[in-house]
């Protein structure tokens, strides 16, 4: 199996949602405040599924190579 990537980025929000870019950098930091993260830190894809409630199986799909 290949590896993913283990970080969210706007991009990756963008095309799972169907929103805007900006949208994707709001609601990243709108999870970076729920887990309590500095703003240095990233999102995980375990963080993102948990904040959204989407499965991370159909997050994994989306998150470009």
Not at 3 to 28: F, H, N, W
């Amino acid at each position: 199996m290949k590896q993913k990537r283990a970080c969210i980025y706007p991009k990756d929000i963008q095309r799972i949602t169907g929103r805007s870019e900006r949208y994707g950098r709001k609601l990243l930091n709108d999870i970076k405040n729920y887990f309590d993260k500095e703003p240095y830190q990233f999102i995980t894809v375990k963080d993102f599924a948990e904040y959204s409630g989407i499965d991370e199986e159909i997050i994994n799909n989306y998150l470009i190579d």
